[in-house]
């Protein structure tokens, strides 16, 4: 369940110093293997030398093996020092969704999960209130309350490690999850925390942004969404929308209007990382849609 | 040239702290003169307990005359403590465009003037640069060229005061005006200096905000439309707008997305004010569109 | 649950020939009998002739009493030959929702009224299948099936009929209910039944337009919601949304995408409706958002 | 003039059957004459089995030289039956822009073309009225008036041909041209004639499409971009966008806000154009964003 079958196709994503050959040399091995490259797309930051490339290739007719093509990839790697990342199709993301008391990002995410949209297992739900214990069962996710107090803060986070451990957890999503996680938490999983802020970043970090926008008198209202980093609100957006609004909006008409927008972000967001769709670049990310 | 034929339409802006019976005096008062009512727009900010309506009348059926409705108008306004402005339709917005190297925005508010879209009077352009005098020439609308350097700032702003009061300008549109003006100029055009802002505000605030937007990694960058005052960028905004951009997309693209973006926010921004539909409250704007 | 709390506001729509005096007629009675207006917003359609209001007004200091309100209402009514429609807070719209086997709009629907969003009740789902009873069931709503086959569409649509008629049913609402209903059915519920097409319409009427997109090659795909008429796809349209696609979107893509849409965009016309916002002139309607 | 500088940067534009090694088979070819691969897009039609490719390389380093890689490139496009064009940094697209009374496109275009956006040269504009001469003059580029009446339509195509073919004209842009052409001439320049049609297609087709939306009461408007085939207004699309309008707008209000749109998809379409990012496929386009 959740899962698009895409059968045969493995899906491959580099990250190099740019130079000469390396497309050639990719293209090349993989049609020496019997590959067929469905889809590649690629891009080279000027600004910081680097390449990026997402590969699909097809397996089905390879004449040599998944240990030869794996072989090869390394080889390739190793002489253009790439970062290379081969999924195959069987093994799709597990992912942990983070949730408090606003239930809409979890209620869309469930639904998407369930009709097939996202390529992965959402294997476990986490929160600090037993408020969307029913959602989860709608959905048949395991739902663990964890609840967090300031005193006890790391043994919360001690219990949730766990859990994300246990159940091979590789990208966690925090779905309006509204507690602070420590630098130490959020450094275990680089660029594998998707959390969605409402506002349209960098404007009105912190708190309450709706009301913040409310106060600016500004007349579209964003949501963001972008992978934890241990500065706030910092780290690299993945996702971004917008909504018009007017006078004629209160600040609930903008909490409203920003669920509908969130929900969408957060969902975009969270499909592109688990096909695999996203580099990360300092503070920017390639997103290959 | 460039104004619309609406021709005995008068339009009344109205501002006071709300109470009951406000809509009912007005239209009754225009009614007892025999003006129709063909347009009218209200709202009520709860926040600050302020009421404002945009009142659209047809002037060729009363059978008192305009001296007798202004002194309703004013009755009226004086019992609820209503702040009124009355416009009559052969009375349009004089209009001084500044402008520095960068021609877009000027071009496209010529163009839409020429076009007769702008219910106004283009009556000059003030520039720090000879560049756009061709563009000027092109319209047929008189052009000054006023250096301004550091030291003589003071006498810049001098002259142009005096071309703004020669020429009983309304409405100052600054069309990427690179210049930082006077806490002392602004004052004098309250709610009447319109400047474009090449971000969405408050995000990237003050210089090379394309350059900032780029570093920061967002996905759309923006355009906002304000009213000077004397803390930058902080004036209350009339319109703002986005386009998506991409990994794809380098700073030089970002200033090429962005010109179609500024040019539009820019001259709906002028096009709102113009035909009387932006009402200040506070930081805030109301626009009835 | 459901319904937002705005005790004591009432809301007026009219319609009628535009003629002088109107808006002072209403507002002068409301006035007399101690209302606030906390809001108004009227149109002139010019090209009928037609003039139409959506006034809010405060009941809780009225000096009189509601009947005497509707009294004066119907007095000013007949005397400028109003068609006008009175709704007090506490009477919300009955809604029906229509449903076959896609479950997306029903889901978002359902998800809105639990969250307060819509200012309605909804009594009942219909379906010609069985698969949504679960979906209805989280939400405590009273799902009915009730089959549809060519022979015997009449029977069918008596037995829905007779569950409208039993839970005195408002509004009904077609998320994608894949039947064919007929011009007898539909015109019981003048303006009162809401379509969702997945098309921008009037491009792609009738059966699978994601399809016909895909072939036809557009870049942007839409939604519609618009009342149900006897003539398909032809009735007056509340609300339209557009995505862009590009060539790398397969038709599986375009459904997809097209889900979002269409969930914003009924959601969208049913809050316009339940919250009275909504007029109806020929082929066109007026939205007071 | 008009002409952005990436010196050493060839383009490659392939079409082809899709099959196993066509990715590595360029790419080895490119590597093998020292050209290092800036860029490089593709795609694959599953439908039409069809493979299409936009590779952009540097030509600075080769150690061979142009007249080697053409020879290559024609050897691998002979081996896999690809349709390829190639073309040099220093020989840029040959436009003529074809006008009537309109002017919003063509001033819009003149513009983009003067400050370097778009990477052609505009030879010659041709119309049949004289209104738009000064705006020709003013951007500096030959401006011819060729009348069309009914009877001598075949005489005035001739000339526009004859001016054309000794222009050397590669791409013809109808800016709003309000002229049926002949299936003739337009079959001379297969998908080498783009056209703005102010609806959204395939919505209002043919005259008037703006009071044809007004009478349909759509709540959005739009424009299309499409190369022009002998069918009217059944081209491949290249770029569509749409706006928001609601009851308040008229048929001018429509065309206004219309104009805005025109302006920004045509340029957006010729862009994509000259700088060889579009593929056709039947009805469809392929555009290397």
């Known amino acids: 369940m959740g899962i698009e079958g895409s059968g045969s196709i493995a899906t491959l994503l580099v990250t190099c110093p740019d130079r000469k050959g390396l497309v050639a040399a990719l293209a090349q091995l993989l049609y020496g293997h019997g590959a067929n490259i469905v889809d590649s797309d690629q891009h ?25 093509v794996e072989h090869g990839v390394a080889e390739v790697a190793q002489r253009f020092g790439m970062t290379v990342r081969l999924r195959y199709p069987e093994v799709p993301t597990n992912v942990a969704i983070f949730v408090s008391r606003y239930s809409h990002c979890l209620d869309d995410l469930l639904w998407r999960y369930r009709s097939g ?16 214990a029913e959602i989860a069962r709608h959905a048949s996710v395991p739902f663990h309350v964890i609840p967090v107090n300031s005193e006890a803060k790391g043994e919360a986070e001690a219990k949730a490690l766990e859990l994300l451990t246990a159940n091979d957890i590789d990208l966690l999503v925090f779905a309006r999850y509204m507690q602070v996680v420590s630098r130490d938490f959020i450094e275990r999983y680089p660029s594998r925390i998707i959390n969605i802020h409402h506002s349209f970043l960098p404007a009105f970090v912190g708190q309450k942004p709706y009301h913040q926008a409310f106060e600016r008198g500004v007349k579209l209202i964003g949501a963001t969404a972008h992978y934890a980093t241990a500065d706030l609100d910092e780290g690299p957006i993945i996702e971004q929308g917008v909504v018009r609004i007017s006078h004629r909006d209160t600040v609930d008409d903008l909490i409203r209007k920003g669920r509908d927008l969130e ?5 975009n967001a969270v499909r592109m990382h688990v096909e695999d769709r996203v580099l990360v670049v300092g503070k920017r990310t390639v997103v290959f849609d």
Chains 1, 2, 3, 4 share one sequence.
Do not use: Y
């Open 44 to 68: 080279t930051d000027a600004d910081v030398g680097q390449f990026f490339q997402r590969i699909r290739f097809d397996l089905s007719e390879i004449h040599t093996d998944r240990v030869a």
């Open 117 to 132: 949209e996202l390529r992965c297992v959402v294997r476990l739900i986490i929160s600090n209130h037993p408020d969307c």
């Open 263 to 267: 929900r969408v972000v957060l969902a």
